[in-house]
């Protein structure tokens, strides 16, 4: 429901949660007993647990904000697979507990690697509450100004870099901008400028989401680079073009007291000239102003991005 915008993204936290989780699953363990140990079919126990698995489920996904759900998904990936695992200790079957395993295993290692990449504990995932709702307003924005511009001048800059890095994010896979990036980043290489990609590991909302957008569009793997690959050469870069992406290029991670501070962060604010395309000037998931959009090398293109790459591309011809 929060992937696809069903209701808020912002963490639901209420006072006694856990402990409520804590009784709803203790209660579970123990009308899973009853059902086991009645004589005959006694089925009342095994739907009133059926009702408060279901329940549980909802009531543990709901504290986590939208910032941490990509590894929200790759974790609830691993417990399909442990569930697997153990029905195929339960029926025998070698196969299931195999195949089992080595999802849950999968899944729980991305987790580490995820929380690991946004400088997060895995138990304060869990814990929940981190976050803001998709498109919240940042607080402290209203006396800062932005240098907005038009495709056209984005075009312009791009014609004349000699290097540009493309980060994408969800607005980028939101807009299924990823063909049309393509055939601008091909214009620009046609014309002498060399382009590669930025790839935070949980930009988007699903770990690995930019890689696999970038691999529908064909885009060539040697273009591509992971954050710590490409970091160190931000610096030289002419123009970094930011498309749909937030919390990933915002430069508070580097700052103390910062709820994000240590989060690894691709180093945008480090270009000549930085192009960012936004919708609007809303917060991203976690609910933070970044400054990046206020710093003097910095002009916002506003739009769907899809849209925006398109007039780059017709003003590139």
Same mark, same amino acid.
């Given at each position: 429901?929060?992937?696809?915008?069903?209701?808020?993204?912002?963490p639901?936290?209420?006072?006694?949660q856990h402990?409520?989780?804590?009784?709803?699953?203790? &209660?579970?363990?123990?009308l899973g007993?009853?059902?086991?140990?009645?004589?005959?079919k006694?089925?009342? /126990?095994?739907?009133?647990?059926l009702?408060?698995?279901?329940?549980?489920?909802?009531?543990?996904?709901?504290?986590?904000?939208? !910032? +941490?759900?990509p590894?929200?998904?790759?974790?609830l990936?691993?417990?399909?697979?442990?569930?697997?695992?153990?029905?195929?200790?339960?029926?025998?079957?070698?196969?299931?507990?195999?195949?089992?395993?080595?999802?849950?295993?999968?899944?729980?290692?991305?987790?580490?690697?995820?929380?690991?990449?946004?400088?997060?504990?895995?138990?304060?995932?869990?814990?929940?509450?981190?976050?803001?709702?998709?498109?919240?307003? !940042? $607080?402290? *924005?209203?006396?800062?100004?932005v240098?907005?511009?038009?495709?056209? =001048?984005?075009?312009?800059?791009?014609?004349?870099?000699?290097?540009?890095?493309?980060?994408?994010?969800?607005?980028?896979? &939101?807009?299924?901008?990823?063909?049309?990036?393509?055939?601008?980043?091909?214009?620009?290489?046609?014309?002498?400028?060399?382009?590669?990609?930025?790839?935070?590991?949980?930009?988007?909302?699903?770990?690995?989401h930019?890689?696999?957008?970038?691999? @529908?569009?064909?885009? /060539?793997?040697?273009?591509?680079?992971?954050?710590? =690959?490409?970091?160190?050469?931000?610096? *030289?870069t002419?123009?970094?073009?930011?498309?749909?992406?937030?919390?990933?290029?915002? /430069?508070? $991670?580097h700052e103390?007291?910062?709820?994000?501070?240590?989060m690894?962060?691709?180093?945008?604010?480090?270009?000549? *000239?930085?192009?960012?395309?936004?919708?609007?000037?809303?917060?991203?998931?976690?609910?933070? +102003?970044? /400054?990046?959009?206020?710093?003097?090398? *910095?002009?916002?293109?506003?739009?769907? $991005?899809?849209?925006?790459? @398109? +007039?780059?591309?017709?003003?590139?011809?």
């Open positions: 429901g929060k992937m696809f915008r069903l209701f808020s993204s912002a639901v936290v209420y006072k006694g402990l409520l989780n804590l009784i709803l699953a203790i &209660v579970m363990i123990g007993l009853a059902f086991f140990l009645a004589e005959g006694a089925w009342m /126990p095994f739907l009133v647990m009702g408060i698995a279901f329940a549980l489920g909802v009531l543990i996904i709901i504290p986590i904000g939208g !910032a +941490d759900m590894v929200v998904i790759s974790m990936n691993s417990y399909s697979g442990w569930a697997a695992a153990g029905i195929g200790f339960s029926l025998n079957n070698s196969m299931l507990i195999i195949a089992g395993s080595l999802v849950g295993s999968s899944g729980a290692i991305l987790s580490y690697i995820m929380c690991k990449a946004m400088n997060r504990s895995f138990i304060s995932v869990i814990m929940g509450g981190f976050g803001a709702a998709e498109g919240a307003t !940042a $607080a402290g *924005t209203g006396d800062k100004t240098r907005s511009g038009s495709a056209e =001048d984005a075009a312009f800059l791009l014609a004349n870099a000699e290097s540009v890095v493309i980060v994408p994010g969800y607005g980028l896979a &939101v807009a299924r901008a990823q063909h049309a990036v393509k055939e601008m980043a091909q214009k620009l290489i046609a014309k002498g400028v060399n382009v590669r990609y930025a790839i935070h590991p949980v930009a988007g909302r699903m770990p690995g930019m890689n696999v957008l970038l691999a @529908e569009a064909e885009v /060539p793997y040697d273009q591509v680079f992971e954050m710590e =690959d490409i970091n160190g050469e931000l610096g *030289t002419d123009v970094a073009l930011v498309l749909g992406a937030n919390d990933v290029v915002n /430069p508070l $991670a103390k007291g910062s709820p994000i501070y240590g690894p962060i691709i180093e945008a604010h480090k270009a000549r *000239t930085v192009l960012v395309n936004k919708r609007s000037m809303a917060a991203g998931y976690a609910g933070l +102003d970044n /400054p990046l959009f206020y710093m003097d090398k *910095t002009m916002m293109v506003f739009g769907d $991005a899809k849209k925006v790459v @398109e +007039d780059i591309v017709k003003a590139l011809e």
